[in-house]
């Protein structure tokens, strides 16, 4: 005798497509007013927040991921179909204005339709991914319902940390009219064309100099970074690998020098640099310098090394390396992440110094980046040549940055567990 085993699965009920719904529901609303928010503060643009067509709209792209979601055997054409559906409603609904946009073209009320409607569209699929809609658990909604407002949570702090440097941006590229007759739009003016734009950056870097504040900062960060990785690695080394009196004492008070406010430092600093010469002078700085980041640097390099294995190094000894060998064969190749990062870190603390170089520069010549923007810091020069320098000074800096992401990371977490 034989059976035929049917195997049969729970059909897709109303309830999980109303589940679905409001997944949609919340995800688009959230779109919708983090959209608005970006084109009212930071676009400048006039926007009245649709809320209740939003929600409507989310209601109705849930049901529909839901409903074709878990049907394997629906052709692409009948899905798609039913989003440019849904999208269509939405556009003759909203009278072509979709995200309350006033003075806004028809042809970019579709376009930011569409968008608002993928974007939202993919959250829904990343949120409902670990959910069966057809056996539908309370467990698994309240992680599809944090997912989502963590995501909305992430995309408005994003924002929060972007406005500042929009707001410099957009300040940077107006006209002095501009300027002063709406200081508060964050609209950039693109109609004006590329040399107006950049107007007050021309008259930052040659008018103002700030090409030779560039090289001179430049200068000054890239030796203050060669020689505190230097005496950095030989230190942290130093402090983990050998032995010698007062090695604990010298471990734990590496940081020291932190417990004192630089403006207590700068003070005695001032008073024996005028003694010997180096005030208002570039070398000046460069002892300055490393003596404020050697600490920092030999201490977050001392813990990476001790995350390194000492067997390593023993096997150089035996095979005949001396212990300079040791160092620049074995432990700095395994040590690059860290100094990476290390070196990031320190370049962007003499890049952006300002107190040490504002109290011992007095000379135009050799002033620093942050030195020279006080010169921007007047009534008479006005306020998007100031925005202009920020901009220049932030640059290199957020450029740097994202290159050597991946060695500022690993080099920073490596060394938090100890080996």
Known sequence: MSATNVITRPTLSPASIAIAAGVGSLTVGMVVALWALVASVVGGMVTVLPLGQALLVGLALGAVIGAFRERRDTPLAIAVGAGLVVALVWLLVSGFRPLGLEAVEPVWGVAYAFIALAVAGQ????GLRDFDLRRPRRDVLERVIVRLLRGFGFSFFAVIILFPFWYMLSASLKGRAAMLRDPANLA???HLGVRQLLVGYREVLFTFDFLNFIGNSALVAFVTMVVTLVMAVLGAYAVTRLAF???TFLSRSILLIYMFPAIVLVIPLYAVFTQLGLRNTLPGLLIVYPATTIPVA????RSYFQTLPKDLEEAGLIDGCTRAQVIWRITLPLSMPAIASVGLYVFMIAWNEFLFA????DNPAIFTLPRGMVMLDSQEVPRQYLMAGAMIITLPIMLLFFWFEKYLVGGLTA????G
């Open 123 to 126: 959250l829904v699929r990343y």
């Open 188 to 190: 950039i003016e693109f």
């Open 245 to 247: 009196p007062g090695r």
């Open 298 to 301: 030999l201490y977050m390099l």
């Open 358 to 361: 504002f109290m011992f520069l």
């Open 415 to 418: 060394g938090g567990v100890k």
